[in-house]
């Protein structure tokens, strides 16, 4: 019964910014660890970034450090993708995941995924 709606994808310049929101139906959202995970054409899915129940502690992959942040309003049911600097080998599907264990450095943890919403960045 746990539903989450991407949205804020779309085509940029290299260089520019794109800040991706997902919105978690479930009332328990802040107990959910979140994370951000994308997948280009032909390739296997990635894990992007990740953060805690509370905001605390947040993981990226190492090809968007400095560049991209993760963030999450509870009160909102709502988690974040600020993504800064885009590259065009950053264009792919975003997609936006929970766990309800509260773990979020996994990929197994995750349990509900949503439908993604398509970047794509242009030379």
């Known amino acids: 019964q746990v539903q989450l709606v991407e949205s804020g994808g779309g085509l940029v310049q290299a260089g520019g910014s794109l800040r991706l929101s997902c919105v978690v139906s479930r009332r328990t959202f802040r107990s959910y660890g979140m994370g951000w995970f994308r997948q280009a054409p032909g390739k296997e899915r990635e894990f992007v970034a990740g953060?805690?129940?509370?905001?605390?502690?947040?993981l990226y992959v190492d090809s968007v450090k400095g560049r991209f942040t993760i963030s999450r309003d509870n009160a909102k049911n709502t988690v974040y993708l600020q993504m800064n600097s885009l590259k065009p080998e950053d264009t792919a599907v975003y997609y936006c995941?929970?766990?309800?264990?509260?773990?979020?450095?996994?990929?197994?943890?995750?349990?509900?995924w949503g439908q993604g919403t398509q970047v794509t960045v242009s030379s």
């Open positions: 953060i805690s129940r509370t905001g605390g502690n947040t």
């Open positions: 995941a929970a766990s309800i264990t509260g773990h979020y450095s996994d990929y197994g943890a995750y349990n509900y």
